[in-house]
């Protein structure tokens, strides 16, 4: 059974930091490109960052700069390192990981930024 669970999210003040972490199980987790989405109330879910399998990495351009997608293969995780979060950084934030014809979603972890 494939699991991603997310967890670190919940308040932060405006200029504050916070780190993401999604931990797999049930997937060749160094096969999979990892990514975060976000989504926002009544937007679309978007991409945030990605890693691939081989460690390439890309960002949406509202968070180059303040965020840090990395992952760790001997833990089957992988993590978003979020820092200056404004407001317009609140949404649910989820977890993706992809292969092939393969593709699976955590159950996503809320951040809340506000004062």
């Known amino acids: 059974q494939v699991q991603l669970v997310e967890s670190g999210g919940g308040l932060v003040q405006p200029g504050g930091s916070r780190r993401l972490s999604c931990a797999t199980s049930g997937i060749i987790f160094s096969n999979y490109a990892m990514a975060w989405y976000r989504q926002a109330p009544g937007k679309q879910r978007e991409l945030v960052a990605a890693v691939s399998s081989g460690g390439s990495i890309n960002y949406a351009d509202s968070v180059k700069g303040r965020f840090t997608i990395s992952r760790d293969n001997a833990k089957n995780t992988v993590y978003l390192q979020m820092n200056s979060l404004t407001p317009e950084d609140t949404a649910v934030y989820y977890c993706?990981?992809?292969?092939?014809?393969?593709?699976?979603w955590g159950q996503g972890t809320q951040v809340t930024v506000s004062s």
């Open positions: 993706n990981a992809q292969w092939i014809g393969y593709q699976y």
